[in-house]
């Protein structure tokens, strides 16, 4: 699945093994993983490469592609986790370049840097978290916590003193950092897993979002402080019970400038905007729009811009400008700025760059429960025998005393 990263000016885009980089509004380059260096790529070199994709995928062990990835509070260290359980940590300043890669115990699932850029922090797939050293690559990592399922996100309160997972099994869990094993307090409230948790310095809180298609607001002490249910505003030809589903989040990003927050669903080609209020956190939903495939992922830039990556091979990014009209009715619409446009040119006119990623298996699938329901059947057993009793219905023999 391709993903989108923005800190500062510096937007990066990965898909499969590789990562296009911008700084500034220009074009860095195109890189991937490979050996122990950045290799840039040219997009002949992406077409002889497909070409032997399925030999190299055999060599190796099965395709690999980029599974998380997240840039560093100042933007100059980038992490990668991959789908062969490998960390890698790239120096962004002054140049691109290598600077470690080590083994996980486990695929990662979401990957975070401490604030001091000192340490960055792993979750994977066994439920654990695990900190890597970023000055020394020869130091074992270190296990921070676990839980009993799947984790699916972190995050860490700027001043590094609280931790915050959640996972499959709808639970979200804040922990002291690093003494994790002193849990601070739970979030208790989603019925279905809980895709994403994110800290908002500007309201001190956290905001979360779940498979049972709600958001939820919480303080540090595990409080629910708002609660919104997400559902499709009814269209030409659908009724209410169809368009108020749950939806899955997918994924949920946070404008401090506007106080918006933006959310996509799986399975669904849509995006929701909802106003944060600073004061009670709680949400109202603001406006609808309609994408061309499921967005892979969004995000927020500096500006207030919401960036939109999708499957789509003639508009893979979207960029929408958001704003408020004369009647203080939120707006938004795609962005013409020169700077973002050049952007666009050059990501719309790459699609060999995305292909790779529509092929990679969705989260999705793994993170459903299998519903058992065993009542269906033995109801329609009990109503067969009571129906087969009713047809052949006589009078019992005459019960005789034996002498």
């Not at 439920?127 to 799947?150: A, N």
């Amino acid at each position: 699945m391709a993903a989108i990263r923005i800190t500062g000016k510096k937007i990066i885009i990965t898909s499969g093994i590789r990562f296009l980089v911008f700084d500034d509004g220009k074009k860095i380059g195109c890189f991937e993983l490979e050996g122990d260096v950045v290799q840039e790529v040219n997009k002949k070199d992406c077409d002889d490469k497909q070409d032997n994709k399925q030999r190299d995928d055999t060599q190796n062990g099965g395709t690999n592609y980029i599974l998380a990835t997240a840039l560093s509070p100042s933007g100059e260290i980038f992490a990668i986790c991959d789908n062969r359980k490998q960390l890698h940590l790239f120096q962004t300043r002054p140049k691109w370049q290598l600077l470690s890669r080590r083994t996980a115990p486990k695929r990662c699932t979401a990957v975070i840097f401490a604030q001091q850029e000192m340490e960055v922090l792993a979750a994977d797939k066994a439920g654990d978290v695990y900190k890597y050293s970023v000055t020394d690559p020869l130091q074992e990592p270190q296990m921070v916590l676990g839980h009993l399922s799947i984790l699916l996100d972190l995050a860490l309160t700027p001043d590094d003193k609280f931790i915050v997972t959640c996972d499959r099994d709808e639970k979200v869990r804040i922990s002291h950092y690093p003494n994790a094993y002193n849990i601070h307090a739970f979030c208790l409230g989603h019925t279905d897993f809980v895709s994403q948790i994110m800290y908002l310095n500007k309201s001190d809180c956290l905001l979360s979002g779940s498979g049972d298609g709600t958001i939820r607001s919480w303080d540090l002490n595990g409080q629910e402080k708002g609660c919104v249910r997400c559902q499709r505003s009814p269209g030409d030809g659908e009724d209410g019970e169809t368009t108020s589903s749950n939806m899955a989040v997918k994924s949920i990003e946070y404008c401090s400038l506007h106080d918006i927050v933006a959310v996509i669903f799986y399975k669904l080609n849509v995006l929701h905007l909802y106003h944060l209020s600073e004061d009670t956190l709680n949400m109202e939903f603001l406006t609808e729009a309609i994408v061309t495939e499921e967005p892979w992922d969004i995000c927020f830039d500096e500006k207030g811009r919401l960036w939109v990556l999708q499957p789509s091979k003639e508009q893979t990014l979207l960029v929408y400008q958001c704003w408020q009209d004369e009647s203080y009715s939120f707006q938004i619409t795609q962005c013409t700025d020169e700077d973002i446009v050049s952007i666009l040119k050059e990501v719309n006119s790459n699609w060999e760059f995305f292909e790779v990623s529509t092929s990679v298996p969705s989260l999705y699938t793994g993170l459903q429960k299998l519903k058992v329901d065993n009542m269906t059947e033995y109801l329609a057993k009990k109503q067969e025998r009571i129906s087969g009793k009713n047809r052949g219905t006589t009078e019992p023999p005459e019960k005789k005393l034996k002498i």
